[in-house]
C-alpha cells in the first residue's frame, strides 16, 4: 500500500432499503436526495477526491437507476444545450469526471456485506481499494474522509477502518473495535466483534461506513463461513486479516450522517441546507419557526 491514492473503490448498493419503503419500490435507496444531489453522488465525490479513477458498484439484478443516473442522457443534454441552459448542463454533465469509469457488478444473492465485497474481486484484483457505504453521508469541509484513510493506509501501510464513538447501547447495531490508541486520531485495531450486546461490546468504538483494504482480503473473504443469517462478515475477515499485518481504526475529521434511517436522511438534508448559501437563511429562519 505504497500510495496514498486509491485507485479503485466498491460501492454495495444491491440492498433493498425497506426501512425507506415505500419510496424505494421504486427508488434505489443510494438515489434518494438530499437537496439536488442523491446520496450515491456525495460517495461517489469522496471515492474521486480520493483518487479514485475505477467504481465498482455491488448491485443487484433489479436496481438499474445508479447505472441510469450516471449514463448520458443525450435528450436532457441536448434540449439543455438547446434551450441555452448551460448551468444545468454542466449539472448534468458533471456527475462524473471523464477519467473514471464505472463498472457494474451483480451479487446474485443478499449475503451479506464481505459478500458483495467478494463480488468485486475480479475487477479490483489483488491491489488496495476503498469501500464506501453509501447511506453513511459524511461531510468535511477538507478532505473527505476516505482520502484521510488512504493517506494514513499508505504511511502506515496498513489497512484502516473508519471509526466513531456510538452510545453503548448501539453496539448491537455496528461492528465495534478494541482498539490501542498511536495518535490522536488513529488506533492498532487488536479486536473485532460483529454486533456485540452493550453487556460484552469490547468498547464503543464503532465501525462506520469507510474501509481501505488490502487485495489480500479477498483470499481472506473466501475462507470465511457464513454467520447468522447465512451471510459473509466484512468484519470477520478483517478479524483474520488482523493476525497478518496491522489495521488501525481511523477517526476521521467531519460529521457522519447516517442515511439508512428517515432521521439521519433529515439530518443530513437540514445540514446541506444551512451550507448552500442561496437558501441557508430560508432554511434557518424556517426551522426557528417549528
Not at 189 to 207: D, F, G
Request: with cysteine; glycine share 8%.
Amino acid at each position: 500500500m505504497s500510495s496514498s491514492r486509491l485507485r479503485k473503490v466498491v460501492f454495495p448498493v444491491a440492498g433493498l432499503g425497506t426501512r425507506f419503503l415505500p419510496a424505494t419500490k421504486v427508488v434505489a435507496k443510494e438515489m434518494l436526495p438530499v437537496l439536488d444531489r442523491p446520496l450515491i453522488q456525495y460517495a461517489v465525490d469522496e471515492a474521486v477526491d480520493a483518487g479514485a479513477d475505477t467504481l465498482i458498484f455491488v448491485t443487484n439484478r433489479y436496481k438499474h437507476a445508479i447505472a441510469d443516473y450516471f449514463d448520458k442522457a443525450y435528450e436532457l443534454e441536448a434540449k439543455l444545450a438547446q434551450s441555452g441552459k448551460d448551468e444545468l448542463l454542466a449539472l448534468v454533465q458533471g456527475t462524473l469526471p471523464r477519467n473514471v469509469r464505472c463498472v457494474f457488478v451483480t451479487q446474485p444473492e443478499a449475503l451479506g456485506l464481505g459478500h458483495a465485497v467478494l463480488c468485486a474481486r475480479p475487477v479490483v484484483g489483488d491491489e488496495p481499494f476503498g469501500v464506501v457505504l453509501a447511506d453513511d453521508l459524511i461531510w468535511n469541509r477538507g478532505a473527505g474522509a476516505l482520502r484521510q484513510m488512504a493517506e494514513v493506509a499508505a504511511r502506515e501501510d496498513a489497512g484502516v477502518l473508519a471509526v466513531e464513538e456510538v452510545p453503548r447501547e448501539q453496539t448491537h447495531k455496528y461492528g465495534i473495535v478494541d482498539a490501542e490508541p498511536l495518535s490522536e486520531r488513529a488506533a492498532r485495531v487488536r479486536l473485532v466483534v460483529e454486533k456485540p450486546k452493550p453487556e460484552v461490546a469490547p468498547s464503543n468504538l464503532a465501525i462506520v461506513g469507510r474501509y481501505v483494504l488490502p487485495g489480500r482480503i479477498f483470499e481472506l473473504l473466501e475462507r470465511t463461513r457464513p454467520g447468522a443469517g447465512g451471510e459473509i462478515q466484512l468484519t470477520d475477515a478483517i478479524e483474520a486479516l488482523l493476525q497478518e499485518r496491522p489495521v488501525l481504526a481511523y477517526r476521521f475529521e467531519g460529521r457522519r450522517f447516517d442515511c439508512g434511517n428517515k432521521l439521519g436522511l433529515v439530518q443530513a438534508t437540514l445540514h446541506m441546507a444551512l451550507e448552500d448559501p442561496q437558501i441557508a437563511a430560508a432554511t434557518r429562519a424556517f426551522v426557528d419557526t417549528l
